[in-house]
T-cell receptor, first 114, second 110 residues
């Protein structure tokens, strides 16, 4: 049981390049999330999904796209990377149990855009 | 106004001390509350959920005050290993979104 995994762990991009971050969870969770974490800003929600085939915008969605084609995977895409997207990206998943939802996080992806 | 606010600290306390963190939230419809621990360059990990009646897990006590819209975390008998950043989080059921505070940094000094 690996929990939540993220690929890659590190990446350096040049401005304008594109890339996809992969998140996978093996806990059969319905909900999945992408956050970015920057110093002094805390965790900010980019996009999230409440089930396979559904996605929704979070607090800071601009410049990102997502897809949830399979329940266990949630992909985050950067079409044209900008230096402002330099950040640590965390994926998380959750499942409601007895009216309470608890999030579990992946180990993060450190992205630098030059 | 931010959904969740917390004092960033840093808190520097000696071993054995008791330290408390508070976190306020703005949405009265928030339903679930959590404290997470985050070590440097690692992912947040759930420390404990916060229940209406308050709850305790060893040296850690969490409390919720719905009337004043804040949650608190009390750490007793601080250990060096408690040094980390503590994040509070609240959850509404609108798309099952979670909102996090910016985190409070704690350093326990020998």
């Amino acid at each position: 049981n690996a929990g939540v995994t993220q690929t890659p762990k590190f990446r350096v991009l040049k401005t304008g390049q594109s890339m996809t971050l992969l998140c996978a969870q093996d806990m059969n969770h319905e909900y999945m999330y992408w956050y970015r974490q920057d110093p002094g800003m805390g965790l900010r929600l980019i996009h999230y999904s409440v089930g396979e085939g559904t996605t929704a915008k979070g607090e800071v969605p601009d410049g990102y796209n997502v897809s949830r084609l399979k329940k266990q995977n949630f992909l985050l895409g950067l079409e044209s990377a900008a230096p402002s997207q330099t950040s640590v990206y965390f994926c998380a998943s959750s499942k409601e149990l007895a009216g309470v939802s608890t999030q579990y996080f992946g180990p993060g992806t450190r992205l630098t855009v030059l | 106004r931010k959904e969740v606010e917390q004092d960033p600290g840093p808190f520097n306390v000696p071993e054995g001390a008791t330290v408390a963190f508070n976190c306020t939230y703005s949405n009265s419809a928030s339903q679930s509350f959590f404290w997470y621990r985050q070590d440097c360059r690692k992912e947040p990990k759930l420390l404990m959920s916060v229940y209406s009646s308050g709850n305790e897990d060893g040296r850690f006590t969490a409390q919720l005050n719905r009337a004043s819209q804040y949650i608190s975390l009390l750490i007793r008998d601080s250990k060096l290993s408690d040094s980390a950043t503590y994040l509070c989080a609240v959850n509404t059921q609108y798309g099952n979104q979670f909102y996090f505070g910016t985190g409070t940094s704690l350093t326990v000094i020998p």
